[in-house]
């Protein structure tokens, strides 16, 4: 493992912490968080996952070939390089105001 963490010093956290109907506190998670790159479950919906992410910095280029993924951001910055052009979103408002998405190899990172 300590092999894995040098290389990506990321955390990932693939259990589902709350159940339907629970109150999920993302700030608390977010201010306990110890990693400058922080992914955790929080519960499932309709056969989908939904995570929460602290981050900072860049993340390595990826892509998900079977998966889409959906970007809120409740607090900073969020920026998405992608090969054809990158994005530049800010709060969530932004990113609902544009009504964009995309499918794409992709690097985030939050200055």
């Known amino acids: 493992m300590a092999d894995c ?3 990506y010093p990321y955390e990932t956290r693939l259990n589902i912490l ?3 109907l629970e109150i999920i506190d ?3 998670i977010a201010d306990a ?3 400058k790159w922080f992914n955790q479950t929080l519960c499932q919906v309709n056969g989908s996952v939904v995570r929460m992410a602290v981050i ?3 993340y390595h280029w990826h892509k998900h070939d079977e998966d889409d993924e959906f970007f ?3 607090e900073g910055k969020l ?8 994005l530049n979103w800010g709060r969530a408002r932004d990113l609902s105001s544009r009504r964009q998405s995309c499918i794409a190899p992709a ?3 939050a200055p």
């Open 5 to 7: 963490v040098a290389s």
């Open 18 to 20: 709350h159940q339907p």
């Open 26 to 28: 993302e700030k608390a």
């Open 33 to 35: 968080c110890e990693y």
């Open 56 to 58: 900072e910095g860049e």
């Open 72 to 74: 809120y951001v409740v």
């Open 79 to 86: 920026l998405i390089d992608l090969e054809a052009a990158p």
């Open 107 to 109: 690097r985030p990172s």
